[in-house]
């Protein structure tokens, strides 16, 4: 209207809600006022605008100046296509007659929900352009389509609706100005028909809508676009509708795209739909506010609000507090942690369960049933997602030719998922594309840069060095991505993508960054950061050690640990994301440093701590300086996997990458001396003492070469093993405690707790029983503590032994059996020899048929490894059941484990 006045506009002349009424002047007044004005327009040809900002006649399609309303509520005393009508609906109004403009809902829909946007000038019909919102388990997706109303000249009545709880009889009146039926909306999409799991998600909101009593209720589901928000909310939202007769609303405020509905707009769309006449609508988000919750009190309404941008967009939507017959039920990307009063739902991907049937429901469940492997597969590079398992299932299901695995090959391509997960109108990667548009740009680059690391997860001091920024800039970062589910925490100080998330952020950084120099930068100061770290707790594992003074120097000076147990904490924290990042640096630029990350990662090695993942990088860092010829790394890659390999019992492969490591680089002061030392305890396993002997004097020459006294230590313990078995029992133990005593000056405690494990084995070969058991428990606690499983079921082992010796074969039996349960990280070998000790400490308890057993086992490992004289464990195995042992079951044995081969033992120093 002219001047843009309103029913209402004027001071002190505001509408109540249906139940209050206007002053009569007041009323009369302003209906006056509003003839004469639409008289002028009829004269003058003036054309009416419903909404402030739309063009006359021109396109109403959702800009922020438009409004969105419900198709069945067009209403309003200017929306009926002319001047003449709106000043023959004001006549009818001022008489209290029933108001023509308002309709009741159409005939509930169960397939979309319609919204249009009104336009009339005085030729034109008014036109409603309707947008569809389809809800699916996956996400929603709008699909466009249009509908056009002719305006009639008789003005339309209200449709009764066909529901028939939502039909029954409420609380309210009559309009208390026009005396025409409340208008009682039913906008929310159709329910999803194969909405599958969420369980306790739906009853946990189900509970809170419908649980009796006063208070206003305002539940917001939140999550990364594609898990499933508006699914759920309009499932939860249909089976509530019952405790809400008094209608629901329902509007989509597009918060992840780049043009979010306003307030105003939304709120004018809220009004109509609930029979306010369009020239009762003030103008302004605050007016509109109050207008909207003075109509919603006395209701029982629910107001679904899908898709929002964050608490301010909502906030003048939800209902008032003194509305207690109403709920808002929200979905947005965006944590809504700052909305008072508020209940939240942090909704996280599928289980494997009910991602399956969400699958087979789509598909087929006989389909699904056939190739099961492969659905979960296919499930797998879904990452779970509904709105992905949902496009990944349309796309089978639309191609009967397909197998599953067809379609799991298709998705095991890393580089080609995205673009794989596609079917019509559906796409994850344009759900993720909403989310991205709208970030700032230092949020993009984070977002970008972060998806470049391969690790399962990331700490914070990880992130920060990967996006060079200091601890407390990046967490602020990091925080806002989480606010807005394209990140989530997962303990305190770490964070992860969702797998799909992550191929998007990584395409979205090969997209958009270039050159590819800030890419590769954003990579090495990780390296730099794991390296320079992992150096500090070698260093601090190792003190004396001068290997560290070896490595490539790195840009990050690293973390700092005030202690021994915050340094392992961290190492094994950081594991998964340490290897994969040395995994990542095979590169001309940064393979050295990857190597070195490896080796001052040697605790993960002796730990059996990622064995796999430790192996492939060591083969792809060797690999790649191979083609380079780059021999120094070559080197330094075969000797952490010789390292590896002779802790995991694989002795002939061992052997092999130790030899050729110290070929092809004999200078390097980190190979010259740790490959040998490795390669005298290979030799020792494979029962060649004479090559054990001379590996670790040619080690222990290289390490007192350069000063490192703990080298030393380690290579004098290796010695101290090889004397006793040799039959020099006094040199070895005398060489044990040099060991200890130098691991004690230096204060290197798990270093010192390898010493006095070797000691007790020297003392025990003595026959020095009581102390022999000192070291090995202390030895026991520290290697506990250091979280180290293998050399814990080797102590174990040990003990048994020990208390053989000492004839008490109870406390064998007992430590046999732990080292048994601990020793599955050592490697057939070692459970050969804990098995042949289990066995006699059995039957040195009487126990023959459990001895028996052991024994057998003993005697099929020693075949499947090919020993060449299985005699001994052959003979114990085929003790009768009457034979009495009268003699010390250890000391009666030159060799406790004769015959059955020696363990893989060193220390973890080497």
């Not at 006063?214 to 309009?234: E, F, P, Y």
């Amino acid at each position: 209207m002219v001047g843009n006045k309103r029913l209402g506009d004027r001071e002190g002349c505001t509408a109540s809600g249906p139940e209050g009424t206007w002053r009569d002047e007041e009323a009369a007044l302003a209906l006056s006022e509003a003839r004469i004005e639409l008289e002028w327009e009829r004269s003058g040809g003036a054309e009416i605008v419903t909404e402030r900002g739309g063009a006359p006649g021109g396109d109403s399609g959702g800009d922020v100046g438009d409004v969105t309303v419900p198709g069945s509520a067009v209403s309003g005393l200017a929306a009926q296509g002319t001047a003449a009508q709106g000043t023959a609906a004001l006549d009818t109004a001022a008489l209290g007659a029933e108001t023509a403009a308002t309709t009741a809902p159409d005939t509930e829909t169960t397939a979309t929900t319609t919204t249009a946007t009104a336009t009339a000038t005085p030729d034109t019909a008014t036109t409603a352009t309707a947008t569809p919102k389809t809800a699916g388990s996956g996400g929603a997706t709008d699909s466009r389509g249009a509908a056009t109303h002719a305006a009639d000249s008789t003005p339309r009545q209200p449709t009764p609706h066909t529901d028939a709880e939502l039909a029954g009889p409420t609380a309210l009146h009559d309009h208390p100005l026009t005396g025409a039926p409340v208008v009682r909306p039913a906008q929310l999409p159709a329910a999803v028909a194969d909405f599958t799991g969420r369980a306790d998600a739906v009853r946990q909101l189900s509970e809170l809508l419908t649980v009796g009593g006063g208070g206003q209720a305002v539940l917001a589901i939140a999550g990364t676009g594609g898990i499933g928000k508006t699914a759920l909310a309009v499932h939860v939202a249909h089976a509530a509708r019952r405790h809400f007769p008094d209608g629901q609303l329902y509007i989509d405020l597009r918060g992840a795209g780049p043009s979010p509905a306003e307030p105003e707009a939304a709120l004018g769309a809220f009004l109509r739909s609930l029979g306010t006449p369009d020239a009762a609508i003030p103008d302004g988000a605050e007016e509109r506010a109050a207008l909207y919750r003075s109509a919603l009190k006395s209701r029982r309404a629910l107001i679904l609000l899908d898709n929002a941008r964050d608490a301010a967009q909502i906030l003048p939507l939800l209902p008032g507090d003194d509305t207690g017959g109403c709920a808002a039920l929200i979905t947005s990307r965006t944590n809504m942690a700052g909305l008072e009063g508020s209940h939240l739902v942090d909704l996280d991907v599928m289980s494997p369960a009910e991602a399956f049937a969400l699958f087979a429901r789509i598909v087929g469940e006989e389909r699904a049933s056939v190739e099961r492997d492969e659905v979960m597969d296919v499930l797998a590079s879904c990452g779970f997602l509904p709105l992905a398992i949902r496009i990944a299932a349309c796309r089978l299901a639309s191609r009967r030719t397909w197998t599953v695995s067809v379609l799991a090959r298709k998705l095991a391509d890393e580089r080609r998922r995205l673009d794989e997960l596609r079917a019509g109108d559906l796409a994850v990667k344009a759900s993720f594309e909403l989310g991205y548009g709208q970030l700032e740009p230092q949020q993009a680059r984070a977002f970008r840069l972060l998806g470049l690391a391969d690790g399962p997860d990331i700490s914070l001091p990880a992130a920060a060095a990967v996006l060079d920024l200091d601890d407390e800039s990046a967490a602020e970062l990091l925080a806002s991505l989480v606010d807005i589910s394209l990140l989530e925490p997962t303990v305190p100080g770490r964070y992860r993508f969702h797998d799909l998330v992550r191929l998007y952020a990584r395409a979205c950084a090969e997209r958009d960054i270039q050159p590819t120099a800030e890419r590769e930068a954003a990579l090495s100061r990780l390296l730099d950061f794991y390296l320079a770290t992992a150096a500090q707790v070698y260093a601090l594992e190792r003190p004396g050690d001068r290997t560290v003074s070896h490595f490539q120097v790195t840009d990050h000076p690293g973390l700092r640990f005030g202690s021994s147990g915050a340094a392992l904490d961290w190492l094994f924290s950081e594991a998964d994301g340490l290897i994969t990042c040395a995994l990542q640096g095979t590169g001309t630029s940064t393979r050295r440093r990857a190597a070195d990350l490896l080796m001052a990662a040697l605790d993960l090695a002796e730990s059996g701590a990622r064995s796999p993942q430790y192996e492939t990088a060591a083969r792809s860092i060797s690999d790649a300086a191979h083609t380079a010829k780059d021999f120094r790394t070559e080197a330094r890659a075969r000797s952490a996997l010789g390292h590896l390999y002779s802790f995991a019992g694989r002795f002939t492969e061992a052997d092999r990458e130790l030899r050729r490591a110290l070929e092809l680089a004999p200078d390097d002061p980190v190979v010259a001396s740790r490959a040998p030392s490795q390669l005298s305890t290979v030799a020792y396993s494979q029962e060649r003492y004479e090559d054990a002997e001379t590996f670790v004097n040619q080690a222990l020459a290289a390490y007192r070469a350069e000063g490192n006294e703990a080298g030393e230590a380690s290579a004098l313990s290796n010695l101290a093993r090889l004397h006793v078995h040799r039959g020099r029992t006094g040199t070895g133990v005398n060489l044990a405690e040099q060991s200890v005593s130098i691991y004690r000056r230096l204060g290197a405690p798990l270093r010192l707790a390898n010493a006095m494990y070797t000691l007790g084995i020297t003392l025990t070969s003595v026959g020095r029983l009581d102390e022999a058991l000192d070291q090995l428990h202390q030895a026991l606690g520290t290697f506990r503590e250091a979280r180290q499983p293998l050399w814990e079921g080797m102590t174990h082992f040990r003990l048994a032994e020990t208390h053989l010796a000492a004839n008490r074969p109870a406390k064998a039996v007992m430590h046999a059996e732990r080292s048994l349960t601990l020793g599955g990280l050592g490697g057939e070998w070692r459970r050969l020899s804990f098995l042949t000790v289990h066995g006699k400490a059995l039957m040195a308890l009487g126990q023959q048929a459990r001895a028996q057993e052991s024994w057998r086992e003993a005697a099929a490992i020693r075949e499947r490894l090919n020993s060449a004289a299985p005699e001994e464990v052959r003979r114990l195995s085929a003790t009768t059941p009457g034979i009495q042992i009268n003699r010390h079951p250890i000391l009666g044995h030159p060799d406790p484990l004769q015959g059955t081969g020696h363990l893989s033992e060193t220390d973890p120093a080497t």
